[in-house]
């Protein structure tokens, strides 16, 4: 009986994953069409939209600002996170509970929900 739970949460957590891949799976081939518009199935093949958007400085400007934020993100990320899992797994903190929960809290909330949230709170 375990088994066949167990093989049930592997389908279910593929066929979610696949469920969210979805959208790359018309944009990205749609991203290499030769048309003057995005389309899918895409005709013919072009990089046109790629070398398009390496003449426009302002969009390398806005690619290597995400890639400088998203490199201290990271960093920063893992030094405090490393730092607060290694004291709270080590150290016997008054309120450990609750700072454990605090912590692991982002984890239950879809990004999904939350990326529709946000959108809606910010338009």
Request: no cysteine.
């Amino acid at each position: 009986m375990m088994k066949t739970f167990g093989g049930l949460r592997v389908a279910v957590a593929v066929l979610a994953i696949i469920y969210i891949l979805i959208p790359l799976i018309v944009v990205i081939p749609a991203s290499f069409t030769s048309a003057n518009y995005p389309s899918f199935p895409a005709e013919g093949f072009s990089l046109q939209w790629y070398a398009k958007i390496l003449e426009r400085p302002e969009f390398l400007e806005a690619f290597l600002n995400s890639a400088k934020f998203a490199a201290l993100a990271a960093l920063f990320s893992v030094i405090f996170g490393t730092l607060g899992a290694l004291g709270i797994a080590k150290y016997d903190i008054p309120g450990k509970s609750y700072i454990t929960a605090l912590l692991t809290s982002p984890l239950s909330v879809p990004q999904l929900v939350l990326g529709i949230a946000l959108l809606m709170y910010f338009t």
